[in-house]
């Protein structure tokens, strides 16, 4: 609180465990109290679950109703009221906030909690925070988090002082326990560690951290297959089903623990309970490669920070033990800290923010970490491809500038590409289906596909599926979810029962609705237009050619015909790639052409939710893609014209060869 009197801006570094969460919001409300200000005290959370159980609890511990004195607005639910003083929110609240009130004049102090994940929005907002206080002096802003690299944002807010925090944990042993040899398979080395480890105590729980899904399904049955007495093997990764994930919390003290993890369990989530941490010291990250413009999830070594982070969820009940399958080389050679997330995605929809709120140019912003070159090229290419902005080639003083589409995708809180397809959707007559289907993809896939029910799961997902198009399988699912809707709202008990009959989430089939209510607002407020009752049988969506043009729009350059000699489908740029195994068109009879909504690599480059596509639609929807080009030129004497053949290629694929033409 000294430091927050004498600076505008501090700089907290608090280890997990030493309340900096809760009670630095409290400090500064007290502050505010002392100074006389009357303004609200801002807090963000890079989760919706973090926010509103940490609103819970300071609540709590000032004797005040939730909602009431300390309130929290997360996506679809905001409780928040006039006399509320201090309230947390996600990121992206924040940043919704700046387009509504450019000086953020409702706050007094803003406080940026977990800043080291440096997302995409945390970034952004440091950015805009460090223009804004110069405009409002009066404006204090804490910059919070676990591990950070505190000299770095100490420069960056113009050397702000930096406060240490100890946290209250217990002491944690480390031990490296590198792999027997170069071709050890990982689900081996984990076994020998979680034997070396219950030779020590057979008792206390464990937690593996591993790079994925695969790694956790190959780790759990070589886990299993030993036999470990009184032990349970549970994993917990993202798209596991909420009844499996809600395994992991249970402590009975009874049986063994042992989770597998992603590096969900990092800062996500805190497992209680915890002895014994496992590091793989791997992650599986997302990297967008703006040349290829490919998302690729390769498995890297994770940095220095993580590990610390990982590191730290034990030793929080007593000492704790980390054994790091890996030499003590390895970790001094990792990274310092991972990579900001601006640095690893799409710049598209920053850049149409940045232009829509009439900021600085990308290049001039003041990022903490600014994006390479080649990122923000990409980012400008893909605006001019969904016909946001005037083309940066272009002839005139406009060049650069959003169009009016582009400051209609402004308004809409999504990715550039999403809202494109809304509006072409809405264009087309067919916005209740591309409503649902844009919300389909926006949340994980609904399916679940239990390990020892793989058979089960496949054939009840069978039903669903759509021979030609995994997003009219989205349209499947939610007619079949439908039937349990009355007046807008679900019988709950009956869709719970349908869900887990069928291998559906409930969890995610209630967000899916909740988004495509979301957006039906937004499109209605932003677009003027009406959105009716979406319906729940086939025969009632509209025309399906009509959707599909709708969701190219918003991703013209993401298709590809079938290669026969490859094996492959080629695409626009000298890309390849192959039919994700989770479609419905997986195995199939091939479609000459194919439409893919994101291409991922893994193994390989994998297209994910696909269609079946009439190449005829790239001219209609992109004229200004395709490249024309005329050739064998004869004079026809009976209707006095010349005529030759015409070519049409986009992105180097040929579309046309051949068509007749008349000069």
Known sequence: MAAMREHQVVIVVGETGSGKTTQLPKMAYMLACEEGKTGRVGCTQPRRLAAATVARRVAGEMGSELGGRVGYQVRFIEKVQQETVIKFMTDGILLAETQRDRNLSQYDTLIIDEAHERSLNIDFILGYLKNLIKRRKDLRIVVSSATLDAGKFSDYFDGAPVVNVEGRTFPVEDYFLPPLSDGEELSRHVARAVEWVTDMDKQ??????????????????????????????????????????????????????VVLATNVAETSVTIPGIVYVIDSVLARVSRWNPTRQIQGLQIEQISQASARQRRGRCGRISEGVCVRLYSEEILDLADEYTDPEIRRTSLAGVILRMKSLHLPDVREFPFLSPPSGKAISEGHRTLEEVGAMVPLSAKGGKRGQLTDLGYKLARLPLDPRLGRMLIEGSRRKVLDAVLVMVGGMSVMDVRERPQDKQAEADKAHGKFNDEDSDFLTLLHIWSAVGQFRDKRRFKRNQLRKFCKQNYLSFR????????????????????????????SERDQWGDEDEMHKSLMAGIPMQFGFWDKEKRAYRSTGGREFAIFPGSGLFGKQKPEWLLGFELVETTRVWARKVTKMDVKWVEELVPQLCRHSYHSPRWNEAQGAVYGKETVRCGGLTLVDGRRVFY
Request: aromatic letters at 8%.
């Open 204 to 257: 206390g729980d464990l937690l593996i951290f591993l790079p994925g899904e695969r790694e956790i399904r190959e780790c759990a049955e070589m886990l299993e297959g030993r036999k470990f007495f009184n032990t349970d093997v549970l994993p917990l990764f993202a798209r596991l089903g909420l009844d499996e994930q809600e395994q992991v919390f249970k402590v009975d003290g009874a049986r063994r623990r």
């Open 508 to 535: 995610r089939v209630m967000e899916w609705d909740q988004i495509v209510g979301e957006l039906g607002r937004l499109v209605r407020d932003t677009l003027k237009v009406k959105i009716r009752a979406l319906p």
